[in-house]
């Protein structure tokens, strides 16, 4: 495995490999990620790891500064995965001169995730394309734990045309159901312990839609967050949406994803679980 931190040096390294795949990380690297450089492996003979904390998608108020950051342990980590290029430009590699040119996501960007981090896709977006044409992959992997981003990131390469064959990854969970996050290293021993009940809400909303006993489902999501707040959560949103564009769930839709968006003391956790409902004969 090769560490380079210029473009030029990439290039270089990068100069006559076949089938080049690209998994986007921005460090603090988990199982999670190395699930997903494994299944970049599975579509590409070169597998690239871009780690990269980048700075347009952090709000003033946010983590950007304490973000964790430990390039040795994370080299060594993708070694063991298959990687063979790990991409890791300065900030001054990335953006010589202050970035001027942006991408624009749709209206999604400004709902759920976007609405309390405004902003955030907007440097997701950026970033993730300038990585596109700084790599030039064939395939990129990206994980659905972030299903928003999965969503717009998925549409931005339809929508501009690029040639890019887009790989979903499934959220990597610990053994008591909590997604595995770079952001759990934020949590207490005691917040660690109640972190796994917001899959657990979750799934009790996915088995009463697929049941169809949520005839009212804002009430049954009401009755989830109420109970999440009542164990010391904030809960920043919790709702169900179409798979499909992430569009407002209508009573015809089948398949449906469950967002979750919730605060244990300081740190913010994010959780989602698709889940699929009976229609009947319209």
Not at 155 to 176: H, K, N, Q, W
Not at 181 to 198: D, F, G, K, V
Not at 246 to 266: M, Q
Request: aromatic share 6%; charged share 25%.
């Amino acid at each position: 495995m090769e560490i380079v931190h210029t473009l030029r040096d990439l290039r270089l390294r990068l100069a006559g490999e076949g089938l080049v795949g690209l998994v986007p990380t921005m460090g603090s690297l988990h199982e999670g990620h190395l699930a997903l450089v494994r299944e970049a492996s599975n579509h590409a003979s070169c597998v690239v790891t871009s780690i990269f904390v980048n700075r347009l998608q952090f709000g003033p108020t946010e983590d950007f500064d304490r973000y964790p950051r430990d390039l040795e342990a994370d080299t060594k980590r993708l070694a063991s995965a298959g990687c063979q290029v790990v991409f890791a430009p300065t900030e001054s590699e990335m953006y010589p001169s202050p970035q001027r040119y942006f991408v624009e996501p749709p209206a999604l960007q400004n709902e759920l995730e976007g609405a309390v981090r405004p902003g955030h896709f907007r440097g997701v977006c950026t970033v993730v394309l300038k990585l596109f044409h700084m790599v030039q992959p064939q395939v990129a992997v990206f994980g659905k734990k972030d299903y928003q981003q999965w969503t717009l990131l998925k549409e931005m390469v339809e929508s501009l045309a690029l040639p890019i064959r887009m790989v979903p990854g499934e959220t990597i969970r610990a053994e008591d159901g909590l997604a595995l996050s770079s952001r759990n290293a934020y949590l207490s021993t005691e917040e660690r312990a109640e972190a796994p009940h917001l899959q657990m809400a979750l799934k009790r909303l996915a088995v009463a839609i697929h049941a169809g006993s949520a005839t009212d489902l804002n009430q049954t999501i009401e009755q989830e967050s109420m109970t999440l707040q009542q164990r010391g959560w904030h809960v920043d949103y919790l709702t169900v949406r179409s798979q499909y564009a992430l569009a407002e769930a209508k009573a015809k839709d089948r398949e449906l994803v469950i967002l979750g968006a919730a605060r244990l003391g300081s740190t913010r956790l994010l959780d989602n679980l698709e889940c699929y409902r009976l229609v009947g004969p319209s």
